[in-house]
């Protein structure tokens, strides 16, 4: 079972999957059990962000200053999504009390 996503969780993504960028869109294809995962345009954002390691908190800022989002529901869908992604096992994740 994945960690639990807070604000000031690292996430970046995991090395087990190939990805590619599909015209401001991306796939993704874990390499475990081979699931696909086709991202639309700001999901594709977001992945692209978490090729190197980051806070969920710089994430959904960064997506909040890029996109007209209201910064709390911007919070929410990005802790969201990349909870699923953790889930899937698609990103690796440190919590404070993992360091």
């Known amino acids: 079972m994945a960690p639990t996503i807070s604000g000031t969780s690292v996430v970046v993504a995991?090395?087990?999957?190939?990805?590619?960028d599909l015209g401001g869109e991306a796939a993704i294809l874990n390499l475990k059990n081979q699931a696909y995962y086709r991202l639309n345009?700001?999901?594709a954002r977001v992945w692209q962000l978490i090729r190197t390691p980051r806070t969920a908190r710089e994430i959904w800022e960064a997506v909040a200053a890029e996109y007209d989002v209201e910064h709390d529901h911007c919070e929410r869908e990005v802790l969201a999504f990349l909870q699923k992604l953790a889930d899937a096992g698609l990103v690796d994740v440190a919590n404070e009390t993992d360091v």
Not at 14 to 20: G, H, P, R
């Open 41 to 43: 345009p700001v999901a």
């Open 14 to 20: 995991a090395k087990d999957q190939v990805s590619s």
